[in-house]
Protein backbone atom coordinates (compact mmCIF):
# COMPACT_ATOMS: atom_id res chain seq x y z
CA UNK A 1 0.00 0.00 0.00
CA UNK A 2 1.56 3.44 -0.97
CA UNK A 3 1.53 6.30 1.41
CA UNK A 4 -1.43 7.54 -0.16
CA UNK A 5 -3.70 4.52 -0.25
CA UNK A 6 -2.92 4.38 3.49
CA UNK A 7 -4.01 8.10 4.33
CA UNK A 8 -7.02 8.21 1.89
CA UNK A 9 -8.41 4.95 3.41
CA UNK A 10 -7.54 5.86 7.11
CA UNK A 11 -9.30 9.31 6.49
CA UNK A 12 -12.85 7.26 4.94
CA UNK A 13 -12.40 4.77 7.87
CA UNK A 14 -12.41 7.69 10.01
CA UNK A 15 -15.31 9.91 8.63
CA UNK A 16 -13.26 12.54 7.43
CA UNK A 17 -12.65 16.08 8.06
CA UNK A 18 -15.47 16.04 10.75
CA UNK A 19 -14.22 13.49 13.19
CA UNK A 20 -10.75 15.00 13.11
CA UNK A 21 -12.56 18.49 14.12
CA UNK A 22 -14.45 17.25 16.78
CA UNK A 23 -18.07 18.24 15.85
CA UNK A 24 -20.41 17.62 18.54
CA UNK A 25 -18.03 16.23 21.16
CA UNK A 26 -18.72 17.03 24.99
CA UNK A 27 -16.13 19.01 26.80
CA UNK A 28 -14.72 19.28 30.39
CA UNK A 29 -12.28 20.51 32.09
CA UNK A 30 -9.30 19.31 34.20
CA UNK A 31 -6.74 20.62 36.96
CA UNK A 32 -3.40 18.93 38.08
CA UNK A 33 -2.10 18.14 41.17
CA UNK A 34 1.42 17.52 41.31
CA UNK A 35 3.06 14.03 42.60
CA UNK A 36 6.73 14.15 42.86
CA UNK A 37 9.58 15.44 40.71
CA UNK A 38 11.31 13.08 38.06
CA UNK A 39 14.87 12.32 37.82
CA UNK A 40 16.76 15.18 37.20
CA UNK A 41 16.99 15.75 33.59
CA UNK A 42 13.97 16.72 31.26
CA UNK A 43 10.80 14.02 31.54
CA UNK A 44 8.90 14.03 28.01
CA UNK A 45 7.47 10.86 27.96
CA UNK A 46 5.42 8.21 30.29
CA UNK A 47 4.71 4.70 29.87
CA UNK A 48 2.15 2.75 32.86
CA UNK A 49 2.90 -0.64 33.97
CA UNK A 50 1.83 -3.17 37.05
CA UNK A 51 5.93 -2.24 37.82
CA UNK A 52 5.74 1.66 38.67
CA UNK A 53 6.02 4.20 36.07
CA UNK A 54 8.61 4.72 33.63
CA UNK A 55 9.82 8.31 32.62
CA UNK A 56 11.56 9.05 29.41
CA UNK A 57 14.55 11.33 29.55
CA UNK A 58 14.96 13.84 26.56
CA UNK A 59 18.31 15.65 25.85
CA UNK A 60 19.32 18.05 23.58
CA UNK A 61 22.33 18.37 21.76
CA UNK A 62 24.19 20.10 18.66
CA UNK A 63 21.78 22.88 16.67
CA UNK A 64 19.17 21.94 19.40
CA UNK A 65 21.19 22.79 21.93
CA UNK A 66 22.38 25.84 21.05
CA UNK A 67 18.94 26.81 20.05
CA UNK A 68 17.92 26.26 23.98
CA UNK A 69 20.95 28.43 25.27
CA UNK A 70 21.46 24.49 26.94
CA UNK A 71 25.02 23.09 27.75
CA UNK A 72 26.12 20.00 25.81
CA UNK A 73 25.29 17.05 27.25
CA UNK A 74 28.22 14.83 28.87
CA UNK A 75 26.87 11.75 27.30
CA UNK A 76 24.12 11.36 24.37
CA UNK A 77 22.52 8.12 25.89
CA UNK A 78 18.90 8.95 27.30
CA UNK A 79 17.59 7.00 30.25
CA UNK A 80 13.93 5.46 30.70
CA UNK A 81 13.69 5.63 34.47
CA UNK A 82 11.52 3.14 35.86
CA UNK A 83 9.98 4.86 39.24
CA UNK A 84 7.82 3.38 41.72
CA UNK A 85 4.60 5.78 42.97
CA UNK A 86 6.40 7.88 45.58
CA UNK A 87 9.01 8.44 42.33
CA UNK A 88 12.00 6.24 43.76
CA UNK A 89 14.15 4.76 40.57
CA UNK A 90 13.78 1.09 40.76
CA UNK A 91 15.30 0.39 37.13
CA UNK A 92 16.80 2.71 34.94
CA UNK A 93 17.75 1.46 31.38
CA UNK A 94 20.25 3.28 29.12
CA UNK A 95 19.60 4.02 25.30
CA UNK A 96 20.75 5.58 22.19
CA UNK A 97 17.73 7.33 21.55
CA UNK A 98 17.91 11.18 20.95
CA UNK A 99 15.50 13.70 21.99
CA UNK A 100 13.02 11.28 22.91
CA UNK A 101 9.62 12.34 23.14
CA UNK A 102 7.75 9.45 22.96
CA UNK A 103 7.99 5.67 24.64
CA UNK A 104 5.93 2.84 25.31
CA UNK A 105 6.45 -0.29 27.56
CA UNK A 106 5.52 -3.57 26.17
CA UNK A 107 5.83 -6.86 24.78
CA UNK A 108 8.93 -7.32 26.79
CA UNK A 109 10.90 -4.30 25.68
CA UNK A 110 11.20 -0.44 26.07
CA UNK A 111 10.55 1.58 22.96
CA UNK A 112 11.76 5.24 22.83
CA UNK A 113 10.85 6.91 19.92
CA UNK A 114 13.65 9.78 19.20
CA UNK A 115 12.46 13.72 17.70
CA UNK A 116 15.97 14.52 16.36
CA UNK A 117 19.05 12.00 14.11
CA UNK A 118 18.91 9.78 14.14
CA UNK A 119 15.18 9.87 14.39
CA UNK A 120 13.07 6.44 14.44
CA UNK A 121 11.85 3.94 17.00
CA UNK A 122 14.48 2.10 19.60
CA UNK A 123 13.50 -1.11 20.47
CA UNK A 124 15.51 -2.28 23.81
CA UNK A 125 15.26 -5.22 26.02
CA UNK A 126 15.07 -4.44 29.51
CA UNK A 127 19.19 -4.57 29.88
CA UNK A 128 19.10 -1.42 27.37
CA UNK A 129 20.71 -4.27 24.27
CA UNK A 130 19.52 -2.26 20.92
CA UNK A 131 16.66 -5.09 19.48
CA UNK A 132 15.84 -2.48 16.47
CA UNK A 133 16.22 0.89 15.12
CA UNK A 134 12.94 1.41 12.35
CA UNK A 135 12.27 4.32 10.88
CA UNK A 136 8.36 5.95 11.37
CA UNK A 137 6.31 3.83 8.73
CA UNK A 138 5.18 5.69 5.46
CA UNK A 139 8.30 8.28 5.23
CA UNK A 140 11.97 8.55 4.20
CA UNK A 141 14.08 5.26 4.65
CA UNK A 142 16.04 7.33 6.70
CA UNK A 143 13.79 9.31 8.35
CA UNK A 144 10.29 8.80 9.01
CA UNK A 145 10.11 12.29 10.90
CA UNK A 146 9.82 12.76 14.50
CA UNK A 147 7.65 11.83 17.22
CA UNK A 148 5.39 13.29 20.24
CA UNK A 149 3.88 10.10 22.05
CA UNK A 150 3.65 6.21 22.10
CA UNK A 151 1.74 3.67 23.50
CA UNK A 152 1.35 0.07 23.47
CA UNK A 153 -1.91 -1.42 23.54
CA UNK A 154 -2.51 -5.25 23.01
CA UNK A 155 0.23 -6.46 21.51
CA UNK A 156 -0.07 -2.95 18.94
CA UNK A 157 2.72 -0.02 18.85
CA UNK A 158 0.77 3.52 18.46
CA UNK A 159 2.94 6.36 17.35
CA UNK A 160 2.21 10.03 17.48
CA UNK A 161 3.58 10.80 13.83
CA UNK A 162 4.28 14.48 13.34
CA UNK A 163 5.35 14.11 9.94
CA UNK A 164 1.85 12.36 8.97
CA UNK A 165 -0.09 14.79 11.56
CA UNK A 166 -1.91 11.41 12.94
CA UNK A 167 -1.11 8.69 15.33
CA UNK A 168 -1.06 5.71 13.96
CA UNK A 169 -0.91 2.17 14.73
CA UNK A 170 2.24 -0.36 13.99
CA UNK A 171 2.63 -4.13 14.30
CA UNK A 172 5.99 -3.94 16.08
CA UNK A 173 6.72 -7.72 14.45
CA UNK A 174 6.32 -6.65 10.71
CA UNK A 175 6.18 -2.44 11.25
CA UNK A 176 3.59 -2.47 9.38
CA UNK A 177 1.12 0.41 9.54
CA UNK A 178 -2.44 -0.78 10.33
CA UNK A 179 -4.35 2.41 11.03
CA UNK A 180 -4.55 6.10 11.51
CA UNK A 181 -6.43 8.55 14.09
CA UNK A 182 -5.56 12.19 12.41
CA UNK A 183 -4.57 15.03 14.77
CA UNK A 184 -7.44 16.72 16.40
CA UNK A 185 -8.23 20.00 13.84
CA UNK A 186 -8.72 23.48 16.03
CA UNK A 187 -7.07 27.05 15.38
CA UNK A 188 -5.61 26.96 19.09
CA UNK A 189 -4.65 23.54 18.78
CA UNK A 190 -1.85 23.26 16.85
CA UNK A 191 0.53 21.80 19.41
CA UNK A 192 0.55 17.77 19.86
CA UNK A 193 2.01 15.58 22.15
CA UNK A 194 1.96 12.58 24.10
CA UNK A 195 -1.04 9.52 23.96
CA UNK A 196 -2.54 7.03 26.22
CA UNK A 197 -5.00 4.50 25.99
CA UNK A 198 -7.78 3.99 28.54
CA UNK A 199 -10.50 1.26 27.47
CA UNK A 200 -11.30 2.25 24.04
CA UNK A 201 -10.53 5.64 23.60
CA UNK A 202 -7.26 7.24 23.03
CA UNK A 203 -6.49 10.37 25.29
CA UNK A 204 -4.08 13.35 23.50
CA UNK A 205 -2.35 16.37 25.00
CA UNK A 206 -2.78 19.54 22.86
CA UNK A 207 -2.20 23.07 23.10
CA UNK A 208 -1.61 26.49 21.56
CA UNK A 209 1.27 27.76 20.32
CA UNK A 210 2.46 30.42 22.43
CA UNK A 211 5.63 32.14 23.60
CA UNK A 212 5.07 31.22 27.33
CA UNK A 213 3.90 29.71 29.92
CA UNK A 214 1.35 32.06 31.01
CA UNK A 215 0.05 32.23 27.13
CA UNK A 216 -0.72 28.61 27.10
CA UNK A 217 -3.62 26.64 27.19
CA UNK A 218 -3.29 23.28 27.39
CA UNK A 219 -6.01 20.78 26.68
CA UNK A 220 -6.67 17.19 25.86
CA UNK A 221 -8.97 15.20 23.41
CA UNK A 222 -10.13 12.08 23.51
CA UNK A 223 -10.60 9.83 20.12
CA UNK A 224 -12.74 6.68 20.07
CA UNK A 225 -10.38 4.37 19.21
CA UNK A 226 -12.25 1.79 16.87
CA UNK A 227 -13.03 4.60 14.28
CA UNK A 228 -10.73 8.16 15.78
CA UNK A 229 -14.12 10.23 15.89
CA UNK A 230 -13.32 12.74 18.78
CA UNK A 231 -15.86 12.27 21.78
CA UNK A 232 -14.97 15.00 23.65
CA UNK A 233 -11.96 17.63 24.26
CA UNK A 234 -10.97 18.97 27.71
CA UNK A 235 -9.27 22.68 28.50
CA UNK A 236 -7.17 22.86 31.63
CA UNK A 237 -7.89 25.57 34.51
CA UNK A 238 -5.48 28.19 34.46
CA UNK A 239 -2.16 28.04 36.54
CA UNK A 240 -1.91 24.21 35.41
CA UNK A 241 1.31 22.25 35.05
CA UNK A 242 2.63 21.96 31.66
CA UNK A 243 2.22 18.59 30.03
CA UNK A 244 3.77 16.50 27.96
CA UNK A 245 3.91 12.90 28.63
CA UNK A 246 0.95 10.87 29.26
CA UNK A 247 0.15 7.82 30.66
CA UNK A 248 -3.33 5.90 32.13
CA UNK A 249 -2.80 3.75 35.34
CA UNK A 250 -5.72 3.01 37.83
CA UNK A 251 -8.20 5.33 36.30
CA UNK A 252 -5.98 7.93 36.41
CA UNK A 253 -4.41 10.37 33.88
CA UNK A 254 -0.61 11.25 34.83
CA UNK A 255 1.27 13.80 32.94
CA UNK A 256 5.02 15.27 33.43
CA UNK A 257 6.52 19.01 32.70
CA UNK A 258 9.48 18.35 30.45
CA UNK A 259 10.78 21.71 32.09
CA UNK A 260 11.24 22.64 28.39
CA UNK A 261 9.11 23.79 25.96
CA UNK A 262 9.71 25.56 22.16
CA UNK A 263 9.27 29.26 21.94
CA UNK A 264 9.10 29.59 25.89
CA UNK A 265 12.43 30.55 28.20
CA UNK A 266 13.61 27.24 29.67
CA UNK A 267 12.03 25.79 32.77
CA UNK A 268 9.61 28.55 32.35
CA UNK A 269 6.65 26.63 34.23
CA UNK A 270 6.38 27.07 37.57
CA UNK A 271 6.09 22.97 37.98
CA UNK A 272 9.24 22.39 35.56
CA UNK A 273 10.51 18.60 35.97
CA UNK A 274 7.17 17.44 38.07
CA UNK A 275 4.94 13.99 37.62
CA UNK A 276 1.65 15.14 37.91
CA UNK A 277 -1.51 13.74 38.06
CA UNK A 278 -4.60 15.41 36.14
CA UNK A 279 -8.40 15.07 37.51
CA UNK A 280 -11.74 16.58 35.83
CA UNK A 281 -13.63 19.38 37.73
Known amino acids: MTKREFLTAGMVVLGGAAAARGQ ?24 ATGEGLWIAEQKLSGKQAEDYRLPEPRTLTEE ?42 FQLDMKGKLVSHRQI ?44 IPF ?15 GD ?8 DCKNYKDYRPGLVRYE ?4 RVLETVDFVSNSCDPHGLAFWNGKLISCDAGIHPGWPNRDSPTAGWIFQIDFV
Open 24 to 47: GAAKRKAKTTKLFKAPDGFPNALA
Open 80 to 121: AWLVDWNGKVVKSVTTPSRNTSGMAVGGGHVWMIANAPPQGV
Open 137 to 180: PLGPADNGGGCHGGQWDNGKLWIAALRLRGNIRVDPKTWQPEMI
Open 184 to 198: YQAPDRVRYHDIAIE
Open 201 to 208: SMWQIVGN
Open 225 to 228: LSTG
